[in-house]
């Protein structure tokens, strides 16, 4: 694969570990060959290198494997998730879950990503339905529409909503941003 077909959240082998691309952005200097500057994290440690790649360089991108889970509970530490074939559990630490605990409920479901067998990535649907759990309540007159107050979502999630959103409401939220999209249908 060419480096200019780098996308956010894709893995990648380089220096002989998994890496996943968190940022990447595309520099055309007035002088010179155009470089893609990234932000990888290795899988393996965690750890978060910045690295140049020539835009016409060559990238490996492992075989992965996605397989559809279901998530059942976390403990703080560990969060299990179901196999939905076999039903098999998968325990998962903080660090590989990251940022996607913020949108997991009970029974929601979602892909795994396994390289030769070993879980490194969950991949989430873009946007969640999600329930306020606690707002300041509505006033009958707040219709600006460009006014937001704090929500604190079912999973512990805050997010800024718009004034007249009620606490109990159903609310779709972009898992990429963690912004409020609207009401769920």
Do not use: W
Request: with cysteine.
């Amino acid at each position: 694969m060419n480096a200019t077909e780098l996308k956010r959240g894709m893995v990648i082998l380089h220096e002989g570990d998994l890496h996943q691309v968190h940022e990447y952005t595309h520099v055309k200097p007035g002088k010179g060959g155009a470089f893609l500057q990234t932000k990888l994290r290795n899988l393996k440690t965690g750890s978060m290198i910045h690295y140049r790649f020539r835009s016409q360089e060559n990238i490996d991108v492992p075989y992965l494997e996605k397989k559809n889970f279901q998530y059942l509970y976390d403990d703080g530490q560990q969060f299990c998730f179901m196999d939905l074939e076999s039903y098999d559990q998968v325990f998962l630490d903080a660090a590989t879950v990251g940022d996607a605990k913020n949108y997991l409920v009970p029974e929601f479901e979602l892909q795994l990503t396994r390289h030769e067998g070993n879980v490194v990535g969950l991949e989430m649907p873009t946007t969640v339905n999600l329930t306020v759990k606690v707002t300041d309540p509505g006033h009958k007159g707040d219709t600006v529409s460009n006014v937001t107050k704090p929500a604190t979502m079912e999973t512990g999630l805050v997010i800024k909503v718009p004034l007249f959103i009620e606490q109990g409401e159903v609310l779709k939220v972009d898992t990429r941003t963690g912004e409020f999209l609207g009401r769920a249908n």
